[in-house]
């Protein structure tokens, strides 16, 4: 019903929908039910088609959320040793996919609460509202960066699409 014609428009924003195509390709179960990833990729589309939200805001919960709907939603609850919920400074260990405090973080990517609590959302709030949320520009940064990294690290690839879209930005 919905084409998305808007997206030829800009060069970025359908770079960006080929990388979201391929990663599903990779990633979407081929024989079970991907309603969610279904879902999640025409909000996506539809958000990046009529500018509803930034092309990192969008890209980062794809990636995220993508990677939780297919089993790797990495461990943000609280810190992983000792059950910290927040601090200032938190550590998120990408290879792990768990989340430290200050005081237990032993190596990880250090950023602070803001970021977090984004990636808390894009995991843990219902489909209509994981879009919901906004960062400062640094803040989105931090967060592509880990979302990115985090997908990549687990799935092991390199995606041709993306490598496109970066260079294009």
Not at 19 to 29: G, H, Q, R, T, V
Not at 45 to 65: A, G, M, P, W
């Amino acid at each position: 019903m919905e084409v998305f014609f808007s997206l030829r428009d800009s060069i970025e924003k359908i770079s960006l929908a080929q990388y979201f195509c391929e990663l599903c390709s990779f990633l979407a179960p081929e024989e079970d039910n991907a309603e969610e990833i279904l879902k999640l990729m025409l909000n996506s589309l539809y958000l990046l088609s009529n500018n509803k939200s930034t092309q990192t805001i969008i890209k980062s919960v794809f990636e995220l959320r993508l990677m939780s709907l297919i089993g790797y939603m990495p461990s943000l609850v609280a810190c992983d040793t000792c059950g910290e919920f927040e601090s200032d400074t938190m550590f998120f260990n990408i290879q792990t996919g768990k989340l430290y405090c200050s005081t237990c973080a032993t190596n990880g990517y250090e950023t602070g609460i803001g970021v977090i609590t984004a990636m808390r959302h894009i995991c843990y709030a219902e489909p209509k509202k994981i879009f919901n949320f906004s960062l400062p520009e640094d803040g989105e940064k931090v967060l592509s960066y880990i979302t990115e990294t985090y997908l990549i690290q687990l799935t092991g690839r390199k995606y041709k699409t993306l490598d496109f879209y970066r260079g294009l930005i």
